[in-house]
């Protein structure tokens, strides 16, 4: 049985190995987003404090609205003295220009949008910058579909690559596990005084023994994103609603108008001094 398991783990490896780097590679960049952007991008999301105040957030969307031609979309705040605000905006479709261009059945037209980074104090646009355009958004394409599309060939092979990393961590663990307790005390060290071929099995052996557990929960999650069978399976088990939760609705009351941005901006600075950002 186990011959039969080492030869399931080697093959596995071997076909889809470079796709699991690749996987492990991107997924390790996307963890490290925000630190890896505040050091190569510090001018966009860091401003120096002043003693003034800052400005109204209506008049900072109509900066970055005048800057872009574009419709603010989203706000989001931080509670912290020396960070940028960003603006979400999406451009304005031309009803002359949309109605000439040709309709295809079941898809929506994405606008085209713009992250706008403007410091609080002073009003001036920081960057601009294109969504999805950035080096983050590669990553993640790469990560998810190997720069492809859902449903296109590099989502499959991303996907099934997954299903066989599964197996190959199960099959490890098989392979790992210990005839006897003097064996498990060999299969729990690595022999750093032994030659480079037991430093190498050892390193692998073992390394890949103490991450199964969090690699396994890694993997078996990312299949559940990428196969609807697996995720459907996951709600039937857990008697799960698969519906989101309904949005809360504000009560309307006649003669009163709603409140601007500024307003609402006041009642979260009032409501709590623990928030790290908020967005609209």
């Known amino acids: 049985m186990k011959k039969f398991f080492r030869t399931i783990h080697l093959y596995l490896s071997l076909v889809a190995g470079v796709f699991i780097v690749l996987a492990s ?17 510090a001018e966009r999301y860091f401003v120096e404090e002043t003693n003034s105040q800052k400005l109204p957030i209506t ?32 451009v304005k479709e031309n009803k002359k220009a949309k109605s000439k261009q040709p309709k295809t059945e079941g898809k929506k037209r994405k606008k085209p949008g713009f992250l706008v980074y403007i410091n609080p104090y002073s009003g001036k646009v920081l960057e601009t910058v294109k969504s999805g355009d950035s080096f983050f958004k590669k990553v ?7 720069l492809s599309k859902k449903g296109g060939i590099g989502n499959y092979v991303m996907s099934y690559s997954s299903v066989f990393f599964f197996f190959i961590l199960i099959t490890g663990v098989v392979l790992w596990w210990p005839k006897s307790n003097k064996i498990l005390k060999q299969r729990l060290k690595v022999k750093w005084d032994g030659k480079t071929k037991r430093l190498v099995h050892d390193l692998h052996v073992i390394a890949g023994f103490y991450t199964s557990v969090f690699l396994i929960v890694i993997v078996g999650s990312g299949l559940i994103m990428a196969f609807p ?32 941005f500024t307003a609402v901006a006041e009642i979260v600075d009032k409501t709590s001094d623990t928030w790290v950002s908020y967005s609209f």
């Open 140 to 146: 993640e394409m790469i990560h998810r579909f190997m």
């Open 25 to 41: 590679v991107t997924g390790t960049i996307m963890v490290f987003e925000d630190e890896i952007n505040h050091t190569f991008n």
């Open 229 to 260: 069978a697996i995720n459907s399976t996951l709600f039937k088990l857990t008697k799960s609603k698969t519906e989101s939760p309904k949005p809360p609705r504000s009560t309307v009351f006649e003669g009163v108008k709603p409140l601007a």
């Open 59 to 90: 008049e900072l969307i109509n900066i970055a609205e005048k800057a872009t031609k574009a419709k603010a979309s989203g706000v989001k705040v931080y509670n912290v003295a020396d960070r940028s605000v960003e603006i979400s905006l999406t």
